[in-house]
């Protein structure tokens, strides 16, 4: 009998057969396989004897998705499908991106996070913890796939605004990861997961017999500056053509750590740079419909983290590219924190903070601020819901005619203000845009459509950019670029709906365009690892994975 020569995949996969076969969710098509893959991989038997397309299988699993009342509920069966069939759970949730992506990603995912022990069913990812000290490159050997372009890492201190999760943040590089596959194309196996488990300081958790990270307070100073230095040492060695997206990091560690190695390594924080191009992007289609450029808006940021930081940085250079000398822009942007207005002369200002430290006497009340400084543009990064009170809308509402209303803070429960609430309080003349999602609106007789300021507008789309140049470094050049190829894509039609944000259903070629864009000025700057290719877009497109499954025979 001759042997059977198994076949390689696509992405030089080599395969397994029969139950291994089906326990690989990147190889595994279920029901599709057809009669005589059955019979050459050992499949007989194993299956029911329907053959079923993609199609097929993809409308039954929206349809049980539909059946499930409780959003946690519908994660926990895509994720079930995420284990058991990438092709599938990627063929679902880019057919009805718009009604998964809240469930994949926020709010439903900071839900996920939170019960994350009591969910645990099957590992995905690479947990690192800091007792691995010394090993971290073995330990990032042990992952199954060499090709691996691009690294969501959290140390989860700050996932989303829920907080310090420990190891239970693993759900937020996972579900980033899944917005690469399925909002830009990149391969599921180019893709890789990690938490950095330095310990946690929630108490409740650390009490907590389903926690399933380390049971110690989280370990700071030298000792995790040397693990996170170790580990990305390693992803140099082992993984060099790996972008590294630092996500949900603490406020202290988020600023130092960017830092520390943007000019290093091929990295970037979502938190602080993705948010910011999103937000900017906003900014750009906003004026649209307030008139005016930029460079004439004055934007009070309400929190001063990592997201507001990062949008003001943005927003300033932006200014400057109008025209703006850096110190004029700066006095455009005013943050206020816990403590109030950011000014001058103030005890213990932080490094990343002192930038936006104005001359003006201490304000502590929001409404107070937006009297005395009249600002175009209100944005919410405070992770506190209600913030944005009726008065304050209101008083932004009677200096502008049309206000700029951001409410950025996910997950919902977060929000600042409610859609609703935004365009009630402002009698339908506020341009508003949150960072969760929010239903059309009906006011006045007329309907609003509230834009989300979704990151996954930028980074997948950034990402494929990044990898398709093999770009050695990330640079607030190439997030400025997004901000603008996003902004470029929306259309009169949304403007009208008070939409400042293309459909998320037009992603796959929001995310082709924003990678174009970030692709190019990776070969302007001479930041590719690759010459630049005549055709450029059709590169970026060619390396768009569609989920469509392979005929394995043909592979032989």
Do not use: C, W
């Given at each position: 009998m001759q042997e059977l020569v198994l076949p390689t995949t696509e992405q030089g996969i080599q395969m397994a057969t029969g139950v291994a076969l089906l326990h690989d969710p990147l190889l595994n098509k279920g029901t599709a396989f057809s009669l005589a893959e059955r019979r050459a991989l050992g499949l007989q038997g194993l299956l029911p004897p329907a053959v079923e397309t993609l199609e097929e299988q993809a409308g039954r699993e929206i349809e049980n998705i539909r059946r499930l009342s409780k959003d946690i509920n519908k994660y926990t069966r895509l994720m079930g499908l995420h284990d058991t069939n990438e092709t599938l759970f990627y063929r679902v949730v880019r057919d009805n991106l718009e009604e998964i992506l809240p469930i994949i990603y926020t709010p439903t995912v900071g839900t996920a996070c939170q019960e994350f022990g009591r969910m645990f069913r099957r590992p995905r990812g690479l947990y690192i913890p800091i007792t691995d000290r010394g090993h971290v490159a073995q330990t990032l050997r042990n992952w199954p796939h060499r090709d691996v372009r691009v690294i969501v890492v959290t140390d989860g201190e700050r996932i989303l605004g829920l907080?310090?999760?420990?190891?239970?943040?693993?759900?937020?590089?996972?579900?980033?990861l899944s917005l690469y596959t399925a909002c830009s194309?990149?391969?599921p196996a180019q893709v890789l997961p990690v938490t950095l488990d330095v310990g946690t300081d929630n108490e409740a958790f650390l009490a907590d017999p389903h926690y399933l990270g380390l049971r110690t307070h989280r370990t700071r100073g030298e000792?995790?500056?040397?693990?996170?230095?170790?580990?990305?040492?390693?992803?140099?060695?082992?993984?060099?053509?790996?972008?590294?997206q630092f996500e949900d990091f603490g406020n202290a560690n988020a600023f130092r750590l960017l830092e520390k190695y943007r000019n290093r390594v091929c990295t970037f924080n979502d938190d602080i740079q993705g948010t910011a191009a999103t937000a900017t992007s906003g900014m750009i289609s906003s004026l649209r419909l307030v008139g005016g450029s930029l460079r004439d808006q004055k934007v009070l940021f309400y929190g001063a983290g990592e997201a507001a930081i990062g949008i003001a940085?943005?927003?300033?250079?932006?200014?400057?590219?109008?025209?703006?000398?850096?110190?004029?822009?700066?006095?455009h942007c005013w943050l206020m924190d816990r403590n109030g207005l950011i000014v001058k002369g103030r005890d213990r200002l932080t490094e990343h903070k002192a930038p936006f430290a104005h001359d003006h006497e201490p304000?502590?009340?929001?409404?107070?601020?937006?009297q005395e400084l009249k600002p175009t543009a209100l944005i919410g990064a405070c992770a506190i819901r209600g913030a944005f009170t009726e008065p304050i809308v209101r008083e932004m509402a009677r200096i502008n005619e049309r206000p700029i209303v951001m409410a950025l803070s996910n997950p919902t429960s977060k929000a600042e203000c409610t859609a609703e609430q935004a365009y009630k309080w402002s009698d339908g003349r506020a341009v508003y845009t949150s960072g969760s999602p929010f239903p059309p609106v009906d006011f006045g007789g007329k309907v609003y459509v509230p834009g989300q300021g979704n990151n996954a507008y930028i980074f997948p789309g950034l990402g494929l950019g990044i990898v398709a140049s093999q770009a050695r470094r990330v640079t607030d050049k190439m997030f400025f670029t997004a901000a603008k190829a996003l902004a470029s894509l929306v259309q009169e039609s949304d403007l009208a709906l008070g939409r400042v944000y293309p459909p998320v259903s037009k992603i796959w070629e929001i995310s082709a365009t924003v990678a174009e864009g970030v692709a190019e000025v990776a070969f302007q700057d001479g930041l590719?690892?690759?010459?630049?290719?005549?055709?450029?877009?059709a590169l970026i497109r060619s390396m768009m994975w569609d989920p469509q499954y392979q005929d394995y025979l043909s592979a032989r």
């Open positions: 907080g310090d999760l420990g190891a239970s943040g693993m759900g937020i590089p996972v579900g980033k194309g990149i391969h000792e995790y500056d040397a693990f996170v230095e170790e580990f990305v040492m390693a992803v140099q060695e082992n993984l060099p053509l790996a972008l590294i940085s943005l927003i300033v250079s932006a200014m400057v590219s109008e025209g703006a000398s850096l110190e004029e822009a700066r006095q304000i502590t009340d929001l409404q107070t601020a937006i590719a690892r690759i010459d630049r290719p005549d055709d450029l877009k």
